[in-house]
């Protein structure tokens, strides 16, 4: 006969345990044994303990985000919890030094003029990268990536059939468009300057970008991948500032000339 304390066993799980091993099949020792283990203290002891343990492997389970101890770690749980902020502030970071990199190289020292660095073009390339290259490019691949999965390399090549031949012929001339705009040059000679630099620079940007993006979309996880272009954009800035100094500086020359005309005109 069961001991009253085991009779209502599916109320107490302790119960259930002692009948199944026949601790509560005799009076004296159900009585002993369970006076002892279905006490309340005792019930409260052994509830307790699996839940710190659980709470100790969740700790132990959760990423080292601390950017002293693990900076890529760290910037990979930044991705996955924020990752359309992320991308805007390392890509701001990468072009806005990139930019200066590229003044420096491309500085001519005539005059004895030494190096001075325009603050102004390298903001503009760092709201540039903020505002429209890293949000874009985060949903393009993120978007890119879901039409076309997989590792091998026909799903790979055709990404970077759609990334290079339908999307970056579209980007390039918004992207010059804009950087122009930022840099005060008249809306409707926009137009203009883009059909003399686009072919240009979409040679360059097939010779750079169509291999690395072979690698970039057969190895690279998707959140990394606007990290990617980034660094490789340091070499992709500098040659965007060249071209788009060059445009400036024809447009400055052509103002020059119209203004001699005029003044010309004027004297006779």
Known sequence: QLHPKCQHSHQNPIATM???????????MGS?????????????RNSVRPRRHLSSNKRAEEPNTSFFSSPMGWYSHK??????FTKCISAG????????????????????KKFKIDWEQTGRFAI??????????????TWLAGAIPGKAII???????????????????????????LEGVELQRIPKMIR??????????????????????RF????????????????WNCFISWRAQGQQQKLLKENEEKKNLSSGKKDE
Not at 197 to 205: A, I, K, R, T, Y
């Open 18 to 28: 002692l009948i199944r091993q026949g601790l509560c099949q005799g009076p004296t």
């Open 32 to 44: 002993r044994v369970g006076s002892r283990l279905t006490s309340p203290s005792f019930v409260q």
């Open 79 to 84: 991705l996955d919890t924020s990752p359309v």
């Open 93 to 112: 970071l990468i072009s806005g030094l990139g930019n200066l990199g590229a003044q420096r190289l491309m500085h001519e020292e005539k005059d004895g």
């Open 128 to 141: 540039l990268n903020v505002v429209f290259v890293a949000p874009v490019l985060h949903y393009w691949y």
């Open 155 to 181: 799903p790979v090549l055709k990404r970077v059939f759609y990334d290079e031949f339908l999307f970056t012929p579209v980007y390039v001339p918004v992207l010059l468009g804009i950087l122009w705009k």
């Open 196 to 217: 003399e630099e686009w072919l240009n620079v979409m040679l360059f940007d097939w010779a750079v970008y169509i291999p690395v993006q072979i690698v970039n979309f």
């Open 220 to 235: 690279v996880p998707v959140k990394f991948q606007v990290l990617v272009i980034n660094l490789i954009g340091v070499g």
